[in-house]
């Protein structure tokens, strides 16, 4: 709210605005510290935090009073009283600690968050590069409500199918997030199965990759499996490299529930089953690796050059945006379940990819 606030037309509302922006000059956007800030750091911003969370401690405890049945006791006033003492006790030792507590460490890029619902310091340091999300600083709930759990801002966006449905449906909602620059790979002419010199240069310039592309004919392993492992492998290792990136390599696979589901005896379907189980180990092992965020997207089947379906590409692309603007990085887009059933397969029956090299 106190973002919001920029944008009011009230003076004390700007006012408040303006003393939590002090927080943002003084830990900034390139997450660093910027000591010409401290003293209004310390002595506005965070003691306006605490305001805060005093508040919201004393509304929380008048509403668990007035929703409690007669005779019951959930809070109690000491239970208030050892809140807002720890609060107190928390934000003096901050303060004194000028501001540089376990949220706030200076990165280089972003480390990968490693907690489902804990919001820690890679977390919190997302919200100071974009800090109109990534709002919690304890858990995630408030973000996964809102969708603020993810930012599209500033972003370089490359694809690979983007003239596909899907690929066309993906990019359609990127530009109504307002990314920073969509490049589509051309299948022929930035890259082939076995060449992919063309796509260097713009593989080291851009934060997200998305492997949109597929095919179910004879050529269905080298599209689905091997050409996506190299592009996936050149784009960490090239971009990596950019010293002026903030976050990690971004990579987003649009699988299939075929990675599940039977063939049914049809060869076509068949072909692209198999390429796509073929890729499950790599994308296990990337899912994993500290170095990329890694998004696996399992959608049912929609409408396609690849077949007929009972849904269009436009609603498997919204899903998956409304999954990413809540942090998820295996997405199941699903109107038959089975996604959600790929889920435990892939986390948890899937073996990584060194495993199955070394067999």
Known sequence: MLHHCTRSSHPLFQRLARIHHFH????????KFDRKYLRQNQFQALPLELAIKTTGAVLGYIIATLVTPDGLVWITRNHLCSTVGFEILRSSF????????????????VPKDPNWIFAGPEFHSLHHVYPDH???????????????AYSFKHKHFVITGGSGAFGRAISTQLEREGVCRIRKLKFGIDWDHHHFEEALSV???????????????????????????RLIKLFKKYRIANPT???LP?????????????????????????SKRKFLPYARSFFD???MIYRHIVPSSFQSSMGSAVLSADWAAKCVMWWIRRGARFIPVTYTGIA?????????????ARDVDQT
């Open 203 to 229: 593989l080291s310039n851009c934060d997200v990759l998305i492997l949109a592309h597929g095919s179910n004919g004879q050529d269905a392993v080298e599209s689905n499996c091997d050409s996506s492992i």
């Open 289 to 291: 690796d500290p170095d």
């Open 24 to 31: 943002h000059l003084y830990f900034t956007r390139h997450l």
């Open 340 to 352: 959600y059933l790929n889920y435990f397969n892939f986390m948890y029956r899937v073996p990584y």
């Open 245 to 247: 990136h903030l976050t």
């Open 250 to 274: 971004e990579v987003w696979y649009v699988g299939s529930e075929a990675e599940l589901h039977p063939s049914w005896g049809i060869a076509p379907l068949q072909r692209y089953s198999q």
């Open 94 to 109: 901050v303060i004194y600690i000028e501001g540089r507590d376990s949220n706030h460490l200076t990165y280089k890029s």
């Open 134 to 148: 990534y709002i919690g600083s304890f858990i995630k709930i408030f973000d996964w409500i809102w969708g603020t």
